[in-house]
Nanobody, 125 residues
Framework: VQLQASGGGSVQAGGSLRLSCAAS????????MGWFRQAPGKEREFVAA????????YYADSVKGRFTVSRDNARNTVYLQMNSLKPEDTAVYYC???????????????????WGQGTQVTVSS
């Protein structure tokens, strides 16, 4: 599946952004979707995930209560609403898809088979 992420930009601390990730597949509703981020010099890390139906969502502790992941299966799109942004949220954000169940609740990037190109989010203090 091909993924196209968008919506990144530059905001001040405390601001909000909404990322979108459009998937080019007729079976989008069969995929679990994830958001990851990678800051310069750091490893790619898990941010949020949502089950194929949207009935279950998961978050990294660092974003819990500030970020919300959602999906619209009719539009083949997954979203990441980011509120109360902090400078440490600055990173390239990637969406990812996987049709097999992901059992590791650490959500390792290697468990996701398809990746988008990434969108830059910069939060200034």
């Amino acid at each position: 599946v091909q993924l196209q992420a968008s919506g990144g930009g530059s905001v001040q601390a405390g601001g909000s952004l909404r990322l979108s990730c459009a998937a080019s597949t007729r079976t989008f509703s069969s995929y679990h979707m994830g958001w990851f981020r990678q800051a310069p010099g750091k490893e790619r890390e898990f941010v949020a995930a949502i089950s194929w139906s949207g009935g279950a969502t998961y978050y990294a502790d660092s974003v819990k209560g500030r970020f919300t992941v959602s999906r619209d299966n009719a539009r083949n799109t997954v979203y990441l609403q980011m509120n109360s942004l902090k400078p440490e949220d600055t990173a390239v954000y990637y969406c990812a898809a996987e049709w097999r169940p992901v059992y590791d609740r650490r959500w390792p990037p290697a468990d996701f088979g398809s990746w988008g190109q990434g969108t830059q989010v910069t939060v200034s203090s």
